[in-house]
């Protein structure tokens, strides 16, 4: 079994920066993908940003590119999500994931694609 805990969410005013953490147990977070995906309220889940388990490949949303950064330290079995600019659109409840299966196609964004959730942070950007 994984847990993972993520932090970092809160209050922030549009154009702001918060970086959110996932923190993982166990001792093979360096082989996992992970993933972070959110979900606003009367919206349905989104996926946000992931990141492959070597660090190497990372992808995005499009309502998120150029703004936000995923990262992870395997050493400190954590994964981060830099938000930069942040807008009142992204006011969501933020969640991580972890994928320890790996395919041999990595499907990101589907949700399936992921056997561990975290149970979330809570974003809100006031505009």
């Known amino acids: 079994q994984v847990q993972l805990v993520e932090s970092g969410g809160g209050l922030v005013q549009a154009g702001g920066s918060l970086r959110l953490s996932c923190a993982a147990s166990?001792?093979?977070?360096?082989?996992?993908?992970m993933g972070w995906f959110r979900q606003a309220p009367g919206k349905k889940r989104e996926f946000v940003a992931a990141?492959?388990?070597?660090?190497?490949?990372?992808y995005y949303a499009d309502s998120v590119k150029g703004r936000f950064t995923i990262s992870r330290d395997n050493a400190k079995n954590t994964v981060y999500l830099q938000m930069n600019s942040l807008k009142a659109e992204d006011t969501a409840v933020y969640s991580c994931?972890?994928?320890?299966?790996?395919?041999?196609?990595?499907?990101?964004?589907?949700?399936?694609?992921?056997?561990?959730w975290g149970q979330g942070t809570q974003v809100t950007v006031s505009s």
């Open positions: 994931a972890a994928d320890s299966r790996r395919s041999a196609i990595y499907d990101y964004r589907t949700f399936a694609e992921y056997d561990f």
């Open positions: 990141i492959t388990w070597s660090g190497a490949t990372t």
């Open positions: 166990g001792r093979t977070f360096s082989r996992y993908n």
